[in-house]
């Protein structure tokens, strides 16, 4: 497989449930990021990790937990959301985090539904 | 903070019809900029980019977008509209000491055939 993937692609579940979503990046890149994609609404940067250590947290609740065990793979671990987290998260990832003349390529997203 | 805004939420053409989707943004510094698409069903992609040189940049599928530095503008351009170009359309705005990109809320085009 070449580009990032995602999985899964669509995800119901309840308030009181614990879920992980997974990325993978087959393109040697070193930044990895999360989005919040919502209707009418801007794409939201939600975390980015360059060379697997953390750099930016954008105000997300700790509901939220990203794990980045190796510039390949990121996930999103997620427990006890509310119905307001229902969105498309995507990924992205990038060769480096700055400085250079390239842009961020996309996984297809998870549909989340919190029920 | 940096803000990017487009200003046409909801876009309706005929086929041949040219298209320009507008895109503004705040931000005083060095910007990379970006228009991606997101076709029904699929991810986000790259239309085109501008980083330096010529600001009249050219992408994939006949678009186009100029850089307009005194008007913090970057509005995508296409004389002739298909069908297939039913979509939505981000611009984004990446300031040149981060990776941390600025979405606009998207445009949504509808090609009529």
């Known amino acids: 497989e070449t580009g990032v993937t995602q999985t899964p692609r669509h995800l119901v579940m309840g308030m009181t449930n614990k879920k992980s979503l997974k990325c993978e990046q087959h393109l040697g890149h070193n930044a990895m990021y999360w989005y919040k994609q919502s209707a009418k609404k801007p794409l939201e940067l939600m975390f980015v990790y360059n060379f697997k250590e953390q750099t930016e947290n954008n105000s997300v609740p700790s509901r939220f937990s990203p794990e980045c065990p190796n510039s390949s793979h990121l996930f999103l671990h997620l427990h006890t959301l509310q119905p307001e987290d229902s969105a498309l998260y995507l990924c992205?990832?990038?060769?480096?985090?700055?400085?250079?003349?390239?842009?961020?390529?996309f996984g297809p997203g998870t549909r989340l539904t919190v029920t | 903070a940096q803000s990017v805004s487009q200003h046409n939420h909801h876009v309706i053409l005929s086929e041949a019809a040219s298209l320009e989707l507008g895109c503004n943004y705040s931000?005083?510094?060095?910007?990379?900029l970006f228009w991606y698409v997101q076709y029904p069903g699929q991810h986000l992609q790259l239309l085109l980019k501008y980083f330096s040189g010529d600001p009249l940049v050219k992408g994939i599928k006949g678009f186009e977008a100029e850089f307009i530095k005194s008007k913090f503008s970057f509005n995508l351009r296409k004389p002739s509209v298909q069908w297939s170009d039913t979509a939505e359309y981000f611009c984004?705005?990446?300031?040149?000491?981060?990776?941390?990109?600025?979405f606009g809320q998207g445009t949504t085009l509808q090609v009529k055939p």
């Open positions: 931000y005083g510094g060095t910007v990379n």
């Open positions: 992205a990832s990038s060769p480096a985090l700055a400085g250079g003349a390239y842009e961020q390529y």
């Open positions: 984004a705005v990446r300031s040149g000491n981060t990776g941390k990109l600025i």
